[in-house]
């Protein structure tokens, strides 16, 4: 059985681990940014780090058999702020028309944009290649996670939520976007200006061009990819769409991935999130798929999560004896619920 839960400081190695494999800009294998990313997460869970929408929680899911760590994911209480916007390319479309000539043309506009009170992102979404798309449906449950969190602390978040998704990358990880665009106007790589854009944004603002931008201008390749969802990325792309996201006609100035959107009231798993009581029932049949989370005040850490089957009415939900385990918890626990459909 796998169990989600907050990063811990115990868990740098097998983060390490983890990203010594990927080495994707989701998870960027070095270590001292894996330890930031860590700190601000166990600081945030706690409460400590005082505004909450300064907050970034780090999800992980570990196999409790060999306690490896195989996925993970975050939430960013809030994407843009006075400190450090959100900025993206708005799409939309030109026409042009000459009468003399009859010739009507139109044309993909790129407008660089800027929010200072963003909404939140979910991000950071992986899993370890060999446990991908197994029967536990392990990338599932570390993206289902972050709507059972969002929806026992909806005051702590956005009335919004953003999740930037992956376009296709060239075979060595670079952007075709990137290389036509971004390079020209930074002198800088694409891994080089992603990990400087987590600390700062204000060479973006100042170094790209203000001016809106003809996408016809690129070559054919480049043009194909601005919206896209890379191979690797097309499943999340379905989850979401699935639970209420849509692609806003915004994308990523760096590389051109998607942003998909929603309004959290309307997500359709934090419509659906409920709390019961746990009952001392033993449950070993098939019932409802579920995401069952626990959460405690102190202690070895604070939030674990299960997907398993039970049984459910009103007030109360029936757990197998192997979840109850894992959660840490006991008959009475006060206990929240999304489904795993
Ligand atoms: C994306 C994940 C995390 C997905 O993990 P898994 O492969 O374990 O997925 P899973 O749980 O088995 O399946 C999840 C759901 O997606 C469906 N699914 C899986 N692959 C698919 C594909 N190629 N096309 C269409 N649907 C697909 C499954 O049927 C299932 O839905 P059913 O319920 O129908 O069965 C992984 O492939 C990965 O690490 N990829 C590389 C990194 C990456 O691209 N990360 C996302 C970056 S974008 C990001 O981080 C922001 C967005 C976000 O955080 O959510």
Redesign the pocket.
């Known amino acids: 059985m796998l169990v989600l839960r907050d990063v811990q400081k115990t868990d740098l190695p097998g983060l390490k681990r983890l990203a010594a494999v990927?080495n994707?800009v989701?998870l960027p294998n070095n270590e001292e940014t894996l330890e930031a990313i860590i700190d601000k997460s166990v600081k945030s869970f706690a409460g400590r780090v005082k505004d909450p929408f300064e907050r970034e929680y780090l999800f992980v899911l570990e196999d409790v058999r060999n306690n490896l760590i195989i996925?993970t994911?975050?939430i960013i209480a809030q994407h843009g702020t006075y400190e450090a916007p959100h900025i993206y390319y708005e799409v939309s479309e030109r026409e042009h028309y000459s009468a003399s000539l009859e010739r009507h043309l139109r044309h993909k506009v790129l407008s660089i944009a800027y929010n200072y009170e963003g909404p939140t992102e979910?991000?950071?979404?992986?899993?370890d290649?060999p446990?991908?798309?197994?029967q536990d449906?392990?990338?599932?449950?570390?993206?289902f996670v972050?709507f059972l969190f969002i929806s026992m602390h909806r005051r702590l978040f956005r009335p919004r939520i953003l999740?930037?998704?992956?376009p296709p990358l060239l075979p060595d990880g670079r952007s075709l976007l990137w290389e036509a665009c971004g390079k020209k106007f930074t002198g800088l790589t694409y891994l080089e200006a992603d990990r400087l854009s987590r600390q700062n944004k204000e060479f973006i603002k100042e170094l790209f061009p203000s001016s809106d931008i003809y996408a016809s201008l690129f070559p054919d390749r480049v043009q194909k990819v601005l919206g896209e969802v890379?191979?690797?990325?097309?499943?999340?792309q379905?989850?979401?769409e699935r639970v209420g996201f849509r692609y806003v006609e915004r994308i990523d100035p760096f590389d051109g991935g998607p942003h998909f959107e929603a309004d959290t009231a309307d997500i359709s798993l934090v419509r659906r999130y409920r709390t019961l009581k746990l009952t001392d029932e033993d449950f070993q049949l098939e019932g409802d798929d579920v995401l069952v989370a626990a959460e405690r005040e102190s202690g070895r850490n604070r939030f674990r999560s299960v997907r398993c089957h039970a049984r459910l009415d009103n007030t109360t939900i029936s757990l197998p004896a192997r979840a109850r385990e894992i959660l840490e918890v006991k008959t009475g626990a006060k206990l929240s619920i999304i489904p795993f459909?």
């Open positions: 990927l994707t989701n996925g994911s975050m979910i991000g950071g979404l992986v899993v290649p446990y991908r798309a197994t449906k392990p990338g599932k449950q570390l993206s972050r999740a930037e998704l992956l890379g191979p690797a990325t097309r499943g999340v379905r989850m979401l459909e």
